[in-house]
């Protein structure tokens, strides 16, 4: 899985990416039947100039359907846990969508 990691407004700190990577990685478990080279995850942490808050944006792009979760916090990790939060929620709708064949059952009636 790549990952691509962009800060608006305020410095990156080696630190909090490699927070961010350890919580991503377990994410990373629930995207194991994916190709992990052709998924890119898209992290966007962006400071609010004129308030005290920081915006996390999480973008995914899977086959046929592109998964995006943002939110907000006093601080990056708790705007980024409530992303994350967000876009599992997102992934398991999905994941429950793409494999109808577990929600329905097919019964079929033989004719007498």
Not at 16 to 41: A, H, M, S, Y
Request: aromatic share 10%.
């Amino acid at each position: 899985m790549k990952l691509q990691f962009k800060v608006k407004n305020f410095k990156k700190d080696a630190e909090i990416e490699k927070l961010l990577i350890t919580k991503l990685q377990k994410f990373g478990r629930l995207l194991e039947r994916f190709n992990p080279d052709e998924l890119t995850v898209e992290i966007v942490i962006e400071k609010n100039a004129h308030k005290d808050f920081f915006d996390c944006r999480i973008t995914l792009p899977l086959p046929h359907k592109r998964l995006s979760a943002s939110d907000f916090g006093y601080n990056v990790e708790q705007a980024f846990d409530k992303a994350l939060d967000d876009l599992k929620d997102e992934f398991k709708k999905y994941k429950d969508h793409a494999s109808p064949a577990s929600k329905r059952r097919v019964t079929i009636r033989k004719r007498a």
